[in-house]
Each structure stands twice: as C-alpha cells, then as structure tokens.
C-alpha cells in the first residue's frame, strides 16, 4: 500500500512504522491497515495459530470488503452493523456473528487505546438480531442409506458411515 512517500507493510514493527510515517499517515490509517497492525503487533503471539486465522477468515470475507478502504477515523456504528447484516443475510449462525462483533471490537477499542480514533464505533447500538433456532431432524433410514450410496466415493465415507452407525453428532 502506497502513502505518500512511505511504503507501507504490515510485517514491519509498529515503532518502525510510527518513526517512518507522519501524523497525517496515522490520521487517515485505513481499516485494512490497522487490522494487521493490530494482529501482528498487538495480538502476536498471545493468540493460538486457529484463532489468528479465525480472526484473518472472519476479516477477509466479512470485514474488509465493508470496510477495509475506510480511514479508521472515519468508521461509524452504522457501518459496522452493515458488516453484522450482511453476515446476518448470508444466514450466519448467531455464535458466528457474536465472534464477528466481538472481533471488531477488539480491534476497534485497541485502536482507541492507541490513539487513533476518538471511540469505539462497536457501541451497543450495533446488535444481532435474534435468530430463530432451525429444527433440528433425524434423518429416516431410508435417507441415511441414500446418503451413504452418495457419498461412498468420498474421501471421508467412513466417517460419515461411523457417525451415522453410533449416533454421535
């Protein structure tokens, strides 16, 4: 990414960052750019390898297409409860979306602790929408056979085969 005259790269150290960039880079950081700040530099190593790609997966296909070009600064409350209702229309569960908030608020109160927005756009006006629990079934015999006929040629059959003969989930 291209600001000004400093070439910006997540992998350099914060301080190295802050020293190279003036007082107008870090005033119109995007949100892009301070996602990988704070993952690297902030979260680093006291998150396990799963939970650093959870936060990079729920990112790349729920957050920064919304709002990864907006200047930090500039985010409100409104465009993050458009980030939960596009997850929402896309019928993700709500233990989904709860990690989603939960996420961007992190991130969010992490940039306010350093300095560059003035508050948390993750208030409490941003909310989930209660979802309605599906119904769950038992699928008949006759199912569990047509669905094994189908699947036989996958890779996990025998799993599949296991979990539908002892009843675990």
């Not at 019928?91 to 989603?100: F, I, Q, R, T, Y």
């Not at 929408?129 to 038992?138: D, F, I, Q, T």
Request: proline share 2%; hydrophobic share 40%.
């Amino acid at each position: 990414i291209q600001r000004g005259m400093v070439r910006y790269n997540p992998v350099n150290d914060l301080e190295s960052v802050i020293q190279k960039t003036t007082v107008k880079h870090f005033a119109s950081i995007t949100v892009d750019e301070w996602f990988w700040i704070w993952l690297d530099k902030i979260k680093g190593d006291s998150i396990r390898h799963g939970t650093r790609e959870g936060y990079i997966n729920r990112y790349k296909s729920r957050i920064k297409d919304v709002i990864g070009i907006m200047a930090l600064r500039d985010v409100k409350p409104l465009h993050c409860q458009i980030v939960i209702n596009n997850a929402q229309d896309d019928d993700e569960s709500e233990w989904s979306l709860k990690k989603l908030r939960i996420i961007m608020k992190a991130f969010f109160e992490a940039a306010l602790d350093n300095g560059l927005v003035d508050v948390n756009p993750v208030t409490k006006t941003v909310k989930i929408s209660k979802h309605e629990k599906k119904e769950r079934r038992v699928l008949t015999r006759a199912e569990e056979n047509k669905f094994l006929i189908e699947a036989r040629d996958v890779i996990h059959f025998d799993d599949f085969r296991f979990v539908l003969e002892t009843g675990i989930r």
